[in-house]
């Protein structure tokens, strides 16, 4: 029996978003107003894929693009975390349900060292074509009317945890570690013995709190833990691989 461990990535992992980051790559780091304006609710993975759009317009290299992307700061004791899980392989799987991209994941945990933490990435696929563009592709589709179109992670976690179970892998307690609205959904499919942990002071935790007021709202049964950095994290990792 494993421990598995779930990260959300953009204000999680790293102590900003990938996406938005990406703009210090320009010039000006600014994107014109009929690009910033251009977002529709739901539809982030489409506004990307003019966002990257416009960057290639401005001939602006993927290596110029990659060395902007690893200089995104993790969040506090981040990196310490993903070295103890790494170092402990044979206890903790770990996997990153993200609404970036494959390419910017990618090359941030290269950089620092840190993709042997991590198993499997499930994000919106991207990569670059001949004329040096960026294309990125919606993760896959859904019924969730509580997910972004692209993405649902309960979907995903639903379908990783079936496919562990189906080769013999059972996770004797699963961490959920998210910051935003789009990381509630897959809380619901946790367990009594199962920690979510929301990042203090954002999103998911105000949800989660919402939530917790609600006696006949049965669909949160895992405990909640709240965390300010992944120091603590960490600590509640270690408690749980002690007891």
Known sequence: MKLLMVFDFDHTVVDDNSDTWVIRCLPTQTLPDSVKHSYRKGLWTEFMGRVMNYIGDQEVSPDRIRSVMET????????????????????????????????????????????????????????????GRMRVRCHHSH???????????????????????????????????????????????????????????YTLEKLLRKMEGQEDDAS?????????????????LKTSMQS
């Not at 044979?90 to 993709?115: E, M, Y």
């Open 72 to 131: 995104i700061p993790f969040t506090a004791g981040m990196t310490d975390l993903l070295t103890f899980i790494s170092e402990n392989k044979s206890t903790v799987d770990c996997i990153v349900i993200s609404d970036s991209n494959t390419v910017f994941i990618d090359w941030i945990l290269r950089a620092a060292g840190l993709q042997a933490a991590v198993d499997r990435v499930f994000t919106n696929p991207a990569e670059f074509s001949e004329s």
């Open 143 to 201: 019924d969730c009317d509580r997910c972004p179109v692209n993405l649902c992670k309960r979907k995903v976690l639903e379908l990783y945890l079936s496919q562990q179970s189906g080769g013999g892998v059972e996770y004797e307690r699963i961490f959920y570690v998210g910051d935003g609205g789009n990381d509630l959904c897959p809380t619901s499919c946790l367990r009594g013995r199962d920690i979510v942990m929301p990042r203090k002071g």
């Open 220 to 236: 949160l049964r895992a405990k909640v833990v709240a965390w300010s950095s992944a120091t603590d994290i960490l600590q509640e």
